[in-house]
């Protein structure tokens, strides 16, 4: 069993729409959780990162993490195609550093 | 103020041959970290290091492969002999120093080498 599982997609949503995007984990010390963003062929980009349970919100952005679920997720307000990405969870325990990815899951965003 | 930079970006082997990534930090960065991408796949943990020291090193293959952070310089990946298994894009991200918990990282474009 993995770590940290994600549903790789892909998935595609008509521009405008929320987006939902979720990562579940077997691992209860992890404390730290990021989302990243990766377009094709480039670095994964630092979208939002919270450290244990509750919501954090940034713009169209909303990042949620359950610790008694072990369950996170990132939701997408009024989608836009430059959404278009593949969007990858990743968590990390204190005092690890190094980080744990999902999959990634493949977005895009249909004009 | 300047990103995570890496090169090269782009790098072709023969197999058997050494293949060196470099990477230089964000400004005031001290915490580097190299992770590799498989095709399809997630990214995965290779090693981390601080200046002159290696302080994780739990993802990096026993053999072949080394890394460094000198105290002047880029951090340095060193992949020897390597095989096509090893085409992979390299990863490098940097994180400020911090005094408990953990701090952000921070990647770069990634180098992407591809082994014939």
């Known amino acids: 069993q993995k770590e940290v599982e994600q549903d790789p997609g892909p998935l595609s949503v008509p521009e405008g729409a929320i987006v939902s995007l979720n990562c579940t984990y077997s691992?209860?010390?992890?404390?730290?959780f990021m989302w990243y963003r990766q377009y094709s062929r480039k670095g994964p980009e630092l979208l939002m990162y919270?450290?244990?349970?509750g919501n954090k919100e940034d713009g169209r952005f909303t990042a949620q993490v359950d610790k008694s679920s072990k369950y996170i997720s990132l939701f997408i307000r009024d989608s836009q195609p430059s959404d278009s990405a593949t969007y990858l969870c990743?968590?990390?325990?204190?005092?690890?550093?190094?980080?744990?990815f999902g999959q990634g899951t493949r977005l895009t965003i249909n004009p | 103020n300047a990103g995570v930079m890496q090169n090269p970006r782009h790098l072709v082997r023969r197999r058997g041959q050494e293949a060196r990534l470099r990477c230089s930090p964000m400004?005031?960065?001290?915490?580097v970290y190299w992770y590799r991408q498989l095709p399809e796949e997630g990214l995965k943990f290779m090693v981390y290091?601080?200046?002159?020291?290696?302080?994780?090193e739990s993802g990096m293959p026993k053999e072949r492969f080394s890394a460094e952070f000198p105290k002047e310089g880029p951090s340095i990946l060193r992949i020897q002999q390597v095989v096509r298994g090893d085409s992979a894009a390299y990863f490098c991200?940097?994180?400020?120093?911090?005094?408990?918990?953990?701090?952000?990282?921070?990647f770069g474009p990634g180098t992407r080498l591809t082994v014939t």
């Open positions: 691992n209860s010390a992890f404390q730290y």
């Open positions: 400004k005031g960065h001290s915490h």
């Open positions: 990743a968590m990390s325990g204190k005092g690890a550093q190094k980080l744990v």
């Open positions: 919270t450290y244990s349970s």
């Open positions: 290091l601080q200046k002159e020291n290696i302080i994780d």
């Open positions: 991200a940097s994180s400020p120093y911090q005094t408990g918990g953990l701090g952000e990282q921070y």
